[in-house]
């Protein structure tokens, strides 16, 4: 089993900036992509960015880019999604999710590891 954590949500005022944290156990996510994903209501989930374990690559959403920036801590097993520039909209819970294969992917379906979600509220 591969279970993922997310934390490091809360309440912040618009225009601030929080960063996620996604901490693997069961399982190294070497080898692995890992993305970060949010949910709006009455949508599917939305991809926000990518990064693969192994290489470093990244990808963003269009939504995102600029803004967010996602990184991983080798030896703490853990990636990360710093989250600049807020907005009030963007208050909804983001996921974690992780699939084996070290690329990139842009849809829910290609990941088959996720979190119970971190709230985030974003104040205006």
């Known amino acids: 089993q591969v279970q993922l954590v997310e934390s490091g949500g809360g309440l912040v005022q618009a225009g601030g900036s929080l960063r996620l944290s996604c901490a693997a156990s069961g399982r190294r996510f070497s080898g692995a992509a890992v993305g970060w994903f949010r949910q709006p209501p009455g949508k599917e989930r939305e991809f926000l960015a990518a990064?693969?374990?192994?290489?470093?690559?990244?990808r963003y959403a269009d939504s995102v880019k600029g803004r967010f920036t996602i990184s991983k801590n080798n030896a703490k097993n853990t990636v990360y999604l710093q989250m600049n520039s807020l907005k009030p909209e963007e208050t909804v819970v983001y996921y974690c999710?992780?699939?084996?294969?070290?690329?990139?992917?842009?849809?829910?379906?290609?990941?088959?590891?996720w979190g119970q979600g971190t709230q985030v509220t974003v104040s205006s």
């Open positions: 990064v693969t374990w192994n290489g470093g690559s990244t």
């Open positions: 999710a992780a699939r084996e294969y070290p690329v990139l992917a842009s849809s829910r379906d290609n990941y088959p590891y």
